[in-house]
């Protein structure tokens, strides 16, 4: 699946950001990146390729990972959602994830974890 997909990987905290850029690169993904939501939502309209996943932090101070996400799914209803958080626990974010039936991959998590869960979403 790599290569043939392009992720855009949204992070206000910049050494997750790169980290999580240098990982899906390595492992063959087109990948683009944003520092926060309104920063994301910049960098998908200038995208010249089709964007498969939005890869989103869920708390940003900008614009919250699941207000971006359903920005981008009026515009793209196919686009596949992946939420990575800090706050796993908390009950706002696993409600949403739940109700709307997305992923979410709990920081720290390892590359192995990460890739396991973008290959799963873009399934």
Not at 5 to 14: A, E, F, K, P
């Amino acid at each position: 699946m790599p290569g043939k997909h392009t992720i855009l990987v949204v992070d206000d905290d910049v050494t997750v950001l790169n980290l999580v850029r240098v990982i899906l690169a390595g492992a063959g993904f087109d990948v683009l990146v944003a520092n926060g939501g309104s920063d994301a939502i910049e960098v998908y309209e200038s995208a010249s390729s089709p964007i498969h996943l939005l890869l989103t932090d869920v708390m940003m101070p900008d614009l919250t990972g699941p207000a971006l996400a359903s920005r981008l799914l009026a515009r793209q209803p196919d686009l596949r959602v992946l939420f990575i958080s800090g706050f796993h626990d908390s009950t706002v974010t696993h409600a949403f994830a739940e109700t709307k039936g997305f992923v979410l991959v709990a920081k720290p998590f390892t590359r192995e974890e990460l890739l396991r869960a973008v290959s799963g979403a873009l399934d």
